[in-house]
Nanobody, 121 residues
Framework: QVQLVESGGGLVQPGGSLRLSCAAS????????WAWYRQAPGQQRELLAY???????NYASAGKGRFTISRDNANNTLYLQMNSLKPEDTAVYLC???????????????WGKGTLVTVSS
């Protein structure tokens, strides 16, 4: 059974930092591309960053500059370091795993339930 469990969210003041984690189990870590998304109340889910099975990190415009995606292959854990947080970063942050076979998306993907980040003074 595949499980993605996010943690590390909470209340932080503007300008602060948080590191989110996504612990994965029940899948073959190395054949997945991993991503962080967020969804604010009443808004669509948006991509922040993703890291390929080969380890290449890529950032969408929403995640560029202040966010850093990384992973720990030994512990099947994905991270998102977030710095200089702003009130508009308040959202539920979710991790996503997409399975790739022969460098192609197989159509199989998984989502965690998310962790809430609130940026407020």
């Amino acid at each position: 059974q595949v499980q993605l469990v996010e943690s590390g969210g909470g209340l932080v003041q503007p300008g602060g930092s948080l590191r989110l984690s996504c612990a994965a189990s029940g899948l073959i870590w190395s054949i997945y591309s991993w991503a962080w998304y967020r969804q604010a109340p009443g808004q669509q889910r948006e991509l922040l960053a993703y890291i390929t099975s080969g380890g290449n990190a890529n950032y969408a415009s929403a995640g560029k500059g202040r966010f850093t995606i990384s992973r720990d292959n030994a512990n099947n854990t994905l991270y998102l370091q977030m710095n200089s947080l702003k009130p508009e970063d308040t959202a539920v942050y979710l991790c996503n795993a997409e399975e790739y076979t022969n460098s192609r998306f197989s159509g199989k993907e998984y989502w965690g339930k998310g962790t809430l980040v609130t940026v407020s003074s």
